[in-house]
């Protein structure tokens, strides 16, 4: 091929990548904005949201018949529907309460500051023979973050509540530590659980910048308040401190499940491995194969059920930061500058 042609296909595919990459930064900054107005404008403090699940079954099964029932049909549902709620407005009362809480995991657990909002409100409210449901979905991340998390859930626990995990897609590592809390964990079928380990890792480039007759300089008071480094020399020493600090923190993760699910076979399933939802099940990680969905459909029969979910408040540039965070987190999942581990 021509010299010519090969320099202005390089010059095109550099073009391209620079608009490609301007396009999802502006589109980037844009829906931050956007989010940032939504969430209220001048607002200090987030916003609850309370939705009643009962209500907006019916209203989508009455759509339903709507659709596909005669006038007859209708008139005949209308009437049915018209005495259920007669016969509950007299027992609403004393009718079983379910609140239901979401916890969507990134690697650092942001959502904890939203979930520990709606704990502190639910001990509030919640009467006897109420329960709380938790939709879990999170494959781990930092140790503070999921640590603190299964600490808001343990609230709920240590009033006397009873506090029910449903995992429909994943809760390894820091997630199921979430999820051993609850006294009853649900999952679907091929649901990923487990994964009862700590990982850390990093990339070394002193030998890179040695070659560059590049210096670094590292100063520490403290033999190991530096373990190891990204662009220092790591010792063996440091190595070996640092895989102490690792065993440590499985260890204590370990007797975290021990107390929160005593059966448990930690010995066979603290390894770091993972399994789909029906082999949990004989492995005594979950205590059902079943559904979120087909969870609550059961409990909207004999209880009202309400979704709870506070949105907190966030400035642009806590937007724009944890965005990039995530970004980053996409690109080399598991980097860590520091001595804390994942779980």
Same mark, same amino acid.
């Given at each position: 091929?021509?010299?010519?042609? &090969? ?25 931050? *904005? ?8 001048? $607002? ?19 759509? *339903?018949?709507?659709? !596909? ?54 001990? &509030? ?18 140790? =503070? ?8 859930? /343990? ?6 509540f009873r506090l029910t995990i449903s995992v429909d897609k994943i ?8 999820? /051993?809390?609850? &006294?009853?964990?649900?999952?679907? =079928?091929?649901? !990923? ?44 020493a440091g190595r070996e401190k640092f895989r102490e600090e690792l ?14 699910? =005593? ?38 029969? $004999? ?18 930061? &944890? ?15 520091g001595n804390n581990g994942m779980v």
């Open positions: 091929m021509h010299p010519f042609f &090969q320099n202005y296909g390089l010059f095109l595919a550099k073009t391209a990548t620079l608009t490609i990459a301007i396009s999802v930064l502006i589109t980037f900054i844009v829906a931050a *904005i956007r989010a940032s107005r939504s969430d209220g404008g001048s $607002e200090a403090e987030g916003r609850f949201r309370i939705k009643h699940l009962n209500e907006r079954i019916e209203r989508h099964a009455w759509e *339903i018949n709507e659709a !596909i029932l005669d006038k007859a049909g209708l008139k005949q549902e209308r009437r049915r529907l018209k005495r259920e709620r007669r016969d509950a407005k007299h027992a609403a009362a004393q009718k079983r309460r379910v609140f239901v809480l979401d916890f969507d995991g990134d690697l650092g657990a942001s959502r904890v500051s939203g979930l520990r909002e709606e704990i502190s409100l639910l001990l &509030q409210v919640l009467r006897e023979g109420d329960e709380v449901l938790l939709r879990l979905e999170s494959g781990g991340g930092t140790i =503070p973050g999921y640590g603190l998390a299964a600490s808001q859930l /343990s609230r709920i626990r240590d009033r006397g809760a390894a590592s820091g997630g199921y530590m979430m999820a /051993s809390v609850g &006294q009853r964990i649900i999952a679907a =079928p091929f649901a !990923i659980i487990g994964s009862i380990g700590v990982v850390a890792q990093l990339p070394n480039f002193n030998r890179l910048l040695r070659r560059n007759d590049i210096d670094f300089e590292l100063h520490t008071a403290g033999e190991f308040k530096r373990t190891l480094t990204m662009f220092g020399e790591n010792t063996d065993e440590d923190a499985h260890k204590l993760f370990k007797s975290f499940l021990a107390e929160n699910r =005593p059966k448990l076979a930690l010995d066979h399933v603290a390894t770091g491995e993972h399994w789909y939802g029906l082999r949990a099940l004989n492995l005594g990680l979950i205590d059902e194969v079943r559904t979120s969905d087909d969870f609550l459909l059961e409990r909207i029969k $004999e209880c009202e059920v309400f979704e709870l979910h506070y949105r907190p408040r966030r400035s642009l540039s806590e937007r724009l930061s &944890q965005g990039l965070a995530r970004l980053r987190a996409g690109a080399m999942p598991g980097l860590l500058t």
